[in-house]
């Protein structure tokens, strides 16, 4: 895939003298492009105005903007019958137009479409699909200006279908999806392999808090089998819960590091993010100290797997949000990375969950229930080494992850540079 791009790369040439250009709205473009309206162009369908009550669990499913945006796996279906223009077949292009804008391109099967979504049909035989699908994701900032609304954004049809956009030949447009395409498809390849490597470390860390290194011998417990040389711990027999000392005087320091929920990622093990406040400047937050796992404990962070460990700061200390425990073992029994692991298993996540009070939105763990959870303990070789491998995973999901970004900043730089005729393609063959 990256031989193709670079022989994409290749074969680009940046426009100069030998090309005539026309003063459009749009700045300077080829001659041979013309500037067209969307409406002039291609049809677009808006979806049906599904009710709750029309849901079914058999039929076909309802694309809802959920559904596209990925927020939601979960289909409706209808088993009944309407106007057949808005049926979904696998290919056609999809535009979200309320709350969520974006375009896509529909992969599924047959299915129906909701309303907030347009369906581009009729689509003149001038334009290439694949080429208006991109030329649409560039012009969307554009589109979007026009977005009504407050609280639910929306774009009016009329204004959608004036929007005008400028048109490359056919050859043209064959030329510039086929390279965008190229780095697209390269895109979904890094997906599938970041999707692989953290299906990998879920099954591991099943397998490993589980079954350990090498153990042939297992014993039932109150966490299920473990290898008969484990044991099971409560956490607070292990850890210590970070107070700030008596005799710390604030406001001997400048500045002091303050860590947000923000800068907790989902993702990333350290927290190498903080601001700096004055002393008088930090009226509240949890104390916490450079090494400590921060644990957030308020819904919906603590369920989405939030958590840290607070590295890089100039201090030794640090204040965080009230809304996380800071958290480091108090011995030489438990090594920081295998309980690191540990708190973030998820079937660990959704025990811990189901114990949390509060209404809903506002829900939060009780200190006692992370005190009082059960945790299954390896001598310390042994846990250095399950939270070696797990890192080792880690460590190769965050590499193909900056290789991702790194696609998606080629892709939005060419999308850029196509679209405006700032780069032309030639000698390439579709």
Avoid at 383 to 411: G, H, P, W, Y
Wanted: hydrophobic content about 40%; some cysteine; charged content about 25%.
């Amino acid at each position: 895939m990256q031989a193709k791009i670079t022989k994409y790369g290749d074969s680009m040439q940046k426009t100069e003298g030998e090309d005539a250009f026309q003063e459009t709205e749009f700045g300077l473009i080829p001659k041979d492009w013309k500037v067209v309206r969307l409406g002039e162009i291609a049809e677009f369908v808006n979806g049906f105005a599904f009710k709750p009550t029309q849901w079914k669990d058999k039929g076909l499913p309802i694309i809802r903007i959920q559904n596209l945006t990925g927020n939601v796996d979960k289909y409706n279906y209808f088993d009944g019958e309407i106007d057949g223009r808005y049926l979904v077949h696998h290919g056609d292009l999809l535009i979200s137009w309320s709350a969520s804008l974006g375009v896509f391109l529909w992969k599924g099967g047959n299915a129906w479409l909701n309303q907030h979504i347009f369906k581009v049909t009729d689509l003149s035989s001038g334009v290439s699909k694949m080429f208006f699908y991109y030329v649409l994701q560039h012009y969307l900032s554009l589109i979007t200006r026009k977005i009504r609304g407050t609280t639910m954004k929306h774009i009016v049809k009329k204004e959608f279908v004036a929007t005008s956009v400028p048109l490359p030949p056919l050859s043209g447009q064959a030329k510039i999806a086929q390279v965008l395409g190229t780095i697209q498809r390269a895109i979904e390849q890094q997906d599938k392999i970041i999707q692989a490597a953290k299906n990998l470390k879920k099954s591991l860390m099943q397998k490993l808090f589980t079954e350990g290194l090498g153990h042939t011998e297992f014993k039932e417990t109150e966490i299920g089998p473990i290898p008969i040389s484990w044991e099971v711990v409560k956490l607070v027999d292990l850890v210590d819960f970070s107070r700030k000392p008596r005799d710390l005087n604030l406001n001997s320091f400048e500045r002091i590091p303050f860590i947000t929920m923000e800068m907790i990622s989902i993702k990333k093990t350290n927290i190498d993010k903080y601001l700096l406040k004055e002393p008088d400047r930090i009226a509240s937050g949890v104390y916490c100290e450079k090494g400590d796992i921060l644990l957030p404990k308020i819904t919906p962070c603590f369920e989405n797997g939030k958590q840290g460990i607070i590295e890089n700061i100039p201090l030794d200390f640090a204040f965080a949000t009230t809304e996380v425990y800071p958290i480091k073992p108090k011995n030489n029994q438990l090594d920081k990375m295998f309980l690191f692991y540990f708190l973030a298993k998820p079937d660990v996540r959704r025990t811990i969950a189901g114990k949390m009070q509060g209404t809903t939105g506002r829900r939060r763990v009780p200190k006692d229930v992370v005190k009082n959870t059960l945790i299954p303990l390896p001598q310390i070789p042994e846990q250095r080494e399950i939270a070696r491998i797990l890192s080792t995973v880690d460590k190769k999901i965050e590499a193909e992850e900056r290789k991702k970004a790194t696609l998606n900043e080629l892709f939005k730089t060419m999308l850029h540079k196509l679209m405006t005729a700032e780069i032309r393609l030639k000698d390439i063959e579709v």
